[in-house]
Structures are given as structure tokens and as C-alpha cells.
């Protein structure tokens, strides 16, 4: 687990009963609580509306030996945090081991994406890495390497999967690089109406995690 190192709150949160037990647990387990004005929690909190309790966590720096062998996520250049956030926290939801941002992608503990992961980022492996290393290690660690992409031939439940798979999603606008595409044992990809060009990359890699991965789930 991620460490937190204070807990911030307004007077006015904590009234609230779900506030003044976050709080009461927080103390029990030896982490300062400071009351702030909310002005000032509001300038720390980096959002509109802020819900008058902020937690300061130490961002775990994790390697690969946090990695399990098993199926991983590798982001590939993901540059919005929304996206990245969401990312993580369906892989979680969806039985994923641990991911990979590789050089390019936006910093997993963004303020957003922290956010849009609802906690996954706490518990998820993200390992950081470069394009170079990551296929490297990939390789040696016996992924097989699927990469995503509108090229690729469309993944259907009941396919073949091999003992672990490392799902590569792309950038936004780009795709998944030239070096993982070649890196790549196979390209997967989703069927499209004619008239609909692309998906969002969170939409996509949540359709493809679900089809592969709980394929996998289906056959133990």
C-alpha cells in the first residue's frame, strides 16, 4: 500500500460523518490530520469543487519485480490523464496484473489521473519504463505482446491466448508506436461500423481487456 503521509480537512468536513470517520481512522493509524481554511484546501486540492478532506500520499516508485507474472497493460505514449486514470482502474476491475507506461505517456500519478483511476493507482503495479527497455523486458519476462491496433485482425472469445499477454494501447491520435509494433507477436484489433473511424483509447483497451481477459477467466 501507498503511505499517507496527512490528511487535510476543513472544519465545515468535518461535520460530516463519513469525514469525521475517515478522519478518526486516519489518527488511529498515526497520520496527522490539520484543519485548513477552505480557501487554502481548495488551492491545494487542484479541482473546482473540492470535498473538504485531501489526502498527501507518497508516490510508490515500483519496478519490475512488482510486476506479476501475468497479464499487464503497456501505455503506450497515453497522453490525456482521464484516459490513463480510466485505464487503470478497468484493468484492475478486469483482473489485470500491473501495467507499463513507457516513455511519452502522461505521469500515472497526474492529480487527474489519480482521480479517474478511484484508487487503482494505490494498489495497480505501474511500472515505468522505455520503449527500448520495456521490449526487452517484455520478452524476457514471456509475455506474449499484443498490440492494439485498427490494422490488426479483431480478437473473438474462444481465440487462443497464451499463458500471459501484455495488451500495448496507443496514443490518442497516434496509435501504438512504430518500435512495440514491431515488438508485437500479434495486432488486435476491434470491428467497426463503415461510418465509425475510431474509439476512444479508454473505450477500446476497456472492449479488448474484457474480451481477452475474461475470455482467459471463462476457461478456469
Same mark, same amino acid.
Given at each position: 500500500?501507498?503511505?499517507?503521509?496527512?490528511?487535510?480537512?476543513?472544519?465545515?468536513?468535518?461535520?460530516?460523518? &463519513?469525514?469525521?470517520?475517515?478522519?478518526?481512522?486516519?489518527?488511529?493509524?498515526?497520520?496527522?490530520?490539520?484543519?485548513?481554511?477552505? #480557501?487554502?484546501?481548495?488551492?491545494?486540492?487542484?479541482?473546482?469543487?473540492?470535498?473538504?478532506?485531501?489526502? $498527501? !500520499?507518497?508516490?510508490?516508485?515500483?519496478?519490475?519485480?512488482?510486476?506479476?507474472?501475468?497479464?499487464? $497493460? *503497456?501505455?503506450?505514449? *497515453?497522453?490525456?490523464?482521464?484516459?490513463?486514470?480510466?485505464?487503470?482502474?478497468?484493468?484492475?476491475?478486469?483482473?489485470?496484473?500491473?501495467?507499463?507506461?513507457?516513455?511519452?505517456?502522461?505521469?500515472?500519478?497526474?492529480? +487527474? &489521473? /489519480? #482521480?479517474? @483511476?478511484?484508487?487503482?493507482? !494505490?494498489?495497480?503495479?505501474? $511500472? #515505468?519504463? %522505455?520503449?527500448?527497455?520495456? *521490449?526487452?523486458?517484455?520478452? &524476457?519476462?514471456?509475455? %506474449?505482446?499484443?498490440?492494439?491496433?485498427?490494422?490488426?485482425?479483431? !480478437?473473438?472469445?474462444?481465440?487462443?491466448?497464451?499463458?500471459? /499477454?501484455?495488451?500495448?494501447?496507443?496514443?490518442?491520435?497516434?496509435?501504438? %508506436?512504430?518500435?512495440?509494433?514491431?515488438?508485437?507477436?500479434?495486432?488486435?484489433?476491434?470491428?467497426?461500423?463503415?461510418?465509425?473511424?475510431?474509439?476512444?483509447?479508454?473505450?477500446?483497451?476497456?472492449?479488448?481487456?474484457?474480451?481477452? !481477459? @475474461?475470455?482467459? +477467466?471463462?476457461?478456469?
Amino acid at each position: 500500500m501507498v503511505p499517507v503521509r496527512a490528511v487535510l480537512f476543513t472544519e465545515e468536513a468535518a461535520t460530516e460523518p &463519513a469525514t469525521a470517520a475517515l478522519l478518526g481512522r486516519a489518527r488511529a493509524a498515526g497520520v496527522g490530520c490539520e484543519r485548513v481554511g477552505p #480557501r487554502e484546501l481548495e488551492t491545494l486540492a487542484d479541482t473546482v469543487t473540492p470535498q473538504g478532506i485531501l489526502a $498527501v !500520499f507518497e508516490a510508490a516508485a515500483r519496478g519490475w519485480s512488482d510486476l506479476p507474472a501475468a497479464d499487464v $497493460v *503497456v501505455l503506450d505514449g *497515453v497522453q490525456d490523464p482521464g484516459n490513463l486514470g480510466t485505464l487503470l482502474r478497468t484493468a484492475e476491475g478486469l483482473g489485470v496484473g500491473g501495467a507499463v507506461a513507457v516513455e511519452g505517456t502522461v505521469d500515472p500519478w497526474n492529480p +487527474k &489521473a /489519480v #482521480r479517474a @483511476s478511484a484508487g487503482s493507482i !494505490f494498489r495497480l503495479p505501474v $511500472v #515505468r519504463a %522505455s520503449r527500448a527497455e520495456a *521490449v526487452e523486458r517484455l520478452a &524476457a519476462g514471456g509475455w %506474449s505482446v499484443w498490440a492494439a491496433d485498427a490494422d490488426g485482425e479483431p !480478437f473473438r472469445r474462444g481465440d487462443a491466448l497464451p499463458e500471459r /499477454v501484455a495488451l500495448v494501447l496507443g496514443n490518442e491520435g497516434r496509435g501504438v %508506436s512504430p518500435e512495440l509494433l514491431a515488438a508485437s507477436d500479434r495486432r488486435v484489433a476491434i470491428a467497426m461500423a463503415a461510418d465509425v473511424e475510431s474509439l476512444n483509447v479508454a473505450v477500446a483497451a476497456a472492449i479488448l481487456m474484457d474480451r481477452i !481477459f @475474461s475470455s482467459r +477467466k471463462q476457461r478456469c
